[in-house]
């Protein structure tokens, strides 16, 4: 569903979301199309377990937890910070997770960075046995395949497509996926532009361009500005959005349009990729240091 945002823009711009975050209640936006063909994949090899990566608060954690649990896999998450083992019915996110019967491996931040090594792969298989690997984030080529299906004939009508990026996955589909007449513009919550090369490992258009000015300091990194923004579109809108991901795109797009990035009459359609179920685990950290909070229930 594309929903028109209400903001009055200068020029006749006219701009739009798409409301992956609707597709499902536990399993939403990008998370969604992520895991569609890994999930059949998985059944097609007959793997039994699922095991995946993600930190503290991570939407890709709950997807896989709460998506294994309905499609009948077992799942194993391995999470960032061997600290939070003792603080699981703290945090929303892994408590939902081990809810749905994901089993949770705390490893170091240091053991973490080697997920993507074929050595300390082979080491969990030792110790949990036989599992359909699903990356951090979930980005792989079937990732992709899913992620070209966000786009269907009616959005022919925009000009620009504009999304959010983790690791690089749903934009990549996205790119493959749009007219010769769109531009995709992607908005990264990571600081800097290396995640040029991952897209371009996935990507098969020229068409798209990073707008790399909105991260806010960085992954998980918020401020009162942005906050606050985030509880304004919601009254005005009734539009949730998540302070890691979507919101800081739609922020950016909004302000490039106040300071005229793009030409009269421009179609701009936003891809909402979801996450909303972070807004508890963010107003937690946000709490903890006497700082407004996002106003919207979820």
Not at 168 to 176: A, D, L, M, P, Q
Not at 244 to 260: A, H, P, R, S
Not at 271 to 290: A, C, E, P, S, Y
């Amino acid at each position: 569903m594309n929903q028109q945002v209400t903001i009055s823009f200068p020029n006749s711009i006219s701009v739009y979301i798409k409301r992956e975050d609707l597709i499902h209640p536990f399993v939403s936006g990008n998370k969604f199309r992520k895991l569609k063909y890994n999930l059949l994949q998985a059944k097609e090899n007959n793997e039994e377990t699922l095991l995946t990566f993600g930190g503290a608060f991570s939407n890709h954690i709950a997807a896989v937890a709460f998506a294994g649990k309905e499609k009948g896999f077992k799942t194993i998450g391995i999470i960032r910070g061997e600290e939070l083992e003792g603080k699981i019915s703290e945090n929303p996110t892994l408590s939902f997770a081990q809810n749905c019967g994901m089993q949770l491996e705390f490893v170091s931040r240091e053991e973490y960075r080697l997920k993507s090594e074929i050595s300390f792969l082979e080491k969990l298989k030792t110790k949990f046995g036989n599992f359909y690997l699903i990356p951090e984030g979930g980005t792989n080529e079937l990732a992709i395949k899913g992620c070209q299906e966000i786009l269907t004939e009616d959005d022919a009508e925009f000009d620009y497509i504009c999304c959010s990026i983790g690791t690089g996955g749903t934009i990549s589909g996205i790119i493959n996926s749009v007219l010769p007449h769109q531009k995709v513009l992607g908005f990264p919550a990571l600081k800097g532009d290396f995640l040029k090369d991952e897209i371009r490992n996935f990507a098969q258009n020229e068409n798209w361009e990073l707008i790399t000015d909105y991260h806010f300091g960085g992954y998980g990194k918020v401020n009162s500005a942005l906050i606050d923004f985030i509880n304004r579109f919601y009254a005005e809108n009734q539009i949730p959005l998540d302070p890691i991901y979507t919101g800081k795109m739609v922020f950016g797009v909004i302000d490039l349009i106040q300071n005229n990035y793009f030409p009269a009459q421009s179609k701009i359609l936003l891809i909402h990729t979801g996450g909303i179920q972070g807004i508890q685990g963010m107003n937690m950290k946000l709490r903890n240091k006497q700082l407004p909070t996002i106003n919207i229930n979820v």
